[in-house]
C-alpha cells in the first residue's frame, strides 16, 4: 500500500467525526468532567467529580483531557482528540517495532488488522481509561521482547517508562499482566532492578501517587486501593458483574471482522520465546479478567495488540493468506446490519430512547446477498489476484468502519447520549433515566442537577 492513502484513511478512521456523538454511558463523562476541573482548577493531582474529591483511577486520561480544555478544545472533543491521537501515535510504534521484531510484512499485516479492528476503533472514539492503558501495557510488552528472547537489555528502561504510564492509566492491572513476561524471563530478573528501568518507572509512576496520598490520606488509598483495585476483582457492589464466558463473545466482537484469522495462529510457539511470550500474557490476562466478578468489555483491550501481533504473524507465515482472508471480507458485508442493531443495543441499556430513531428493520435477504456477493468476491481475488487479497481487504475494511462512523454516529447520538436532551432543552433537573443520561447531563450543564419533582397519582403533592 503507498504510504499517503494509508496514512489519510488512518487519519479519516481516527480524527474525523469525533464530536459526531455526545458523552457516552456513565465513565466517560464523568473522567471528562475530572479533566476539565484539573483544567479550570489547575490542581492537577487530587481529581474533583463535581466539586468532591474522587479516586477511581489514576491520573493519566485525566491530564489529558485537561490538556485538550487548555488547548481551548470543545466538550466533546477535548477528552477524545487526546486519546485518538494516542492512538494513531501507538498504531506507528507498533507497526516499526513489529518490523524490527519480524519483518515488514508481519507489521503490515498485525497493524492493518488492528487499525481496522472494532474493538481498537471504539475505544480510540471514546475518552474511557482503557485505550491509554492498553497502548502503554502493550508498548512494555513489545520493547521487551529482545529481552525475553536474548536477554538484551537495551530496551528496559524505555519499557520500564512504559509500564510506568500504564500504571497511571489504571493502577496495579498492567504491573499483573506483565507478570508472564516476568516469569519466562525469570533468571535475568535482576535486568528489571538496575538504574535505568527502575528510575524511569519510579520518575512516572510514583510521584503522582505519592502526592495524592500525601494530600488526600488513608482515604485516597482505601478508596483507590481497596475498593476500586481489589474490590472489583472480588466485590459485586460496582454494578459490572458478569458470568464467566462472557469475555468469549466480547473477543469475537473486539477482534471483529478479522476472528477468523484466529484459525492461523502461529504454531511455532515453543521455538521462539516472543512468540511463546506473547502467547502467555494473552492467555494469562484473559483468564485473569474472565476470573473477575466486575467485567466490562473494554478490559480485554491491553491484550488485543498482542492478538494481533500473532495473528499477523500466523497470516504472514500462512501457506495460502488470500484464501483466510476471504472470510472477514464476508463479515464486512454484515456492517449495513450492525449501522442498524448497534444504536438500539445501546438504547436498550437505558438511555433515553424516546427521544431516539425509530426501530430499524434489518433487510435479511438483502443482507444474504450480500454475505454471498462478499464470498464471491473474495473468492474471486483469492483466485486471481491473491498478492493484492489481503491489502483490499483491509482497504475495505477501513472504508467501511469510515462509513460506519458517519452512517451511525448520528443515531448514537440519538439513542445513547444526553447531549440532544441538553442542547434541545438545557433542562434545570434531571428526569428519571439511567445513570449515562444523568451524568452526561451534569456534564453538560457543568454541575449536577437535582431530581426533577414528581407528583403521586392523586396529583396533590410531591415525591422525589
Known amino acids: ?3 499517503l492513502p494509508v496514512a489519510g484513511l488512518l487519519c479519516a478512521l481516527y480524527l474525523a467525526d469525533l464530536t ?64 485518538a491521537v494516542l492512538s494513531v501515535l501507538f498504531l506507528g510504534f507498533f507497526w516499526w517495532r513489529l518490523k524490527r521484531e519480524w519483518d515488514g510484512r508481519a507489521a503490515s499485516c498485525a497493524t492493518a ?28 510488552v513489545l520493547l ?43 533468571r535475568r530478573l ?27 490520606g488513608s482515604e485516597f488509598l482505601r478508596v483507590f486501593f481497596l475498593e476500586q483495585q481489589f474490590g472489583r476483582f472480588r466485590s459485586a457492589t460496582l454494578q459490572h458483574v458478569q458470568p464467566p464466558w462472557f469475555y468469549l463473545p466480547i473477543l469475537l466482537v473486539l477482534l471483529y471482522p478479522w476472528f477468523p484469522l484466529l484459525a492461523v495462529l502461529p504454531v ?43 495473528l499477523g504473524l500466523g497470516l504472514s507465515r500462512a501457506r495460502r493468506p488470500a484464501v483466510a482472508v476471504i472470510a472477514p471480507l464476508i463479515l464486512l458485508a454484515a456492517l449495513p446490519a450492525i449501522s442498524g ?51 483490499t481487504a483491509a482497504a475495505l475494511a477501513g472504508l467501511g468502519f469510515l462509513w460506519f462512523q458517519f452512517a451511525t454516529f448520528p443515531a448514537f447520538d440519538a439513542l445513547a447520549s444526553a447531549r440532544p436532551l441538553w442542547l434541545a432543552d438545557h433542562p434545570q433537573c434531571a428526569p428519571a433515566a439511567s445513570r449515562d443520561v444523568l451524568y452526561g447531563l451534569y456534564y453538560y450543564s457543568g454541575r449536577e442537577i437535582s431530581a426533577c419533582p414528581v407528583l403521586d397519582p392523586s396529583g396533590t403533592s410531591v415525591v422525589r
Not at 481496522?116 to 475518552?127: I, K, Q, R
Not at 532492578?193 to 488526600?216: D, E
Not at 502467555?280 to 491491553?302: D, E, H, R
Request: proline share 8%; hydrophobic share 55%.
Open 20 to 83: 459526531g456523538m455526545g458523552m457516552y454511558g456513565p465513565d466517560e463523562p464523568r473522567y471528562a468532567d475530572v479533566g476539565r476541573t484539573m483544567a479550570q482548577s489547575g490542581d492537577w493531582v487530587t481529581p474533583r467529580l463535581w466539586g468532591q474529591p474522587w479516586f477511581e483511577k489514576p491520573a493519566l486520561l485525566y491530564w489529558m483531557t485537561a490538556a485538550g480544555f487548555r488547548a481551548g478544545l470543545g466538550p466533546d472533543l477535548a477528552p477524545r482528540l487526546p486519546v
Open 268 to 310: 511455532n510457539i515453543r521455538r521462539d520465546p516472543r512468540v511463546r511470550t506473547l502467547a502467555a500474557v494473552v492467555v494469562f490476562g484473559f483468564v485473569f479478567f474472565s476470573a473477575s466478578v466486575n467485567k466490562l468489555p473494554g478490559y480485554l483491550l491491553p491484550l488485543m495488540p498482542l492478538v494481533f501481533v500473532l
Open 1 to 3: 500500500m503507498a504510504v
Open 341 to 391: 442493531i448497534a444504536p438500539r443495543l445501546l438504547a436498550s441499556r437505558g438511555v433515553l430512547a424516546s427521544r431516539g430513531i425509530g426501530a430499524v428493520t434489518v433487510p435479511g435477504t438483502q443482507i444474504l446477498l450480500w454475505l454471498i456477493a462478499a464470498g464471491v468476491a473474495g473468492t474471486l481475488l483469492a483466485r486471481f489476484a491473491p498478492k493484492q487479497a489481503f491489502g
Open 190 to 216: 535482576r535486568d528489571w532492578l538496575r538504574a535505568g528501568p527502575l528510575l524511569a518507572f519510579c520518575l512516572c509512576a510514583l510521584p503522582w501517587y505519592t502526592l495524592c496520598t500525601i494530600r488526600n
Open 113 to 140: 488488522m488492528l487499525a481496522t479492528s472494532a474493538g481498537w476503533l471504539a475505544y480510540s472514539h471514546v475518552a474511557v481509561t482503557d485505550l491509554p492503558l492498553a497502548a502503554f501495557f502493550s508498548a512494555a
Open 144 to 186: 521487551s521482547l529482545p529481552w525475553v528472547a536474548k536477554g538484551d537489555r537495551a530496551g528496559l528502561t524505555a519499557a520500564a517508562a512504559c509500564l510506568g504510564l500504564a500504571a497511571m492509566a489504571k493502577g496495579l492491572v498492567p504491573l499483573v499482566l506483565f507478570l508472564p513476561v516476568l516469569a519466562i524471563g525469570w
